[in-house]
Nanobody, 113 residues
Framework: VQLQASGGGSVQAGGSLRLSCAAS????????MGWYRQAPGNQREFVAR???????VYADSVQGRFTISRDNAKSTIYLQMNSLKPEDTAVYYC????????WGQGTQVTVSS
């Protein structure tokens, strides 16, 4: 499956962005989809995801500020990012796991102080 991420950009601290990730096929019930991010010089880190049962999981660093959502009809997941901080600056990658991982191409988010 191919994933196309979009929605990154540059904002000031306290601002908001919404990322989108569209899959090239319909979503299956046992798909797990979510987001990771990678800042310069750092390892890729988990941000948010859906469990198979549809509930959500967030990294502590984004809990309460980011919201992951999905539109199954559009085979798309979203990441609404509010109250952005400079430390949120990273390339954000969406992924889909179903027996194997598929990754989107990454979208840059830059937050200035």
């Amino acid at each position: 499956v191919q994933l196309q991420a979009s929605g990154g950009g540059s904002v000031q601290a306290g601002g908001s962005l919404r990322l989108s990730c569209a899959a090239s096929r319909s979503m299956f019930r046992d798909d797990v989809m979510g987001w990771y991010r990678q800042a310069p010089g750092n390892q890729r880190e988990f941000v948010a995801r859906f469990r198979v049962d549809g509930t959500t999981v967030y990294a502590d660093s984004v809990q309460g500020r980011f919201t992951i959502s999905r539109d199954n009809a559009k085979s798309t997941i979203y990441l609404q990012m509010n109250s952005l901080k400079p430390e949120d600056t990273a390339v954000y990658y969406c992924y889909l796991y179903n027996q194997r991982y598929s990754w989107g191409q990454g979208t840059q988010v830059t937050v200035s102080s």
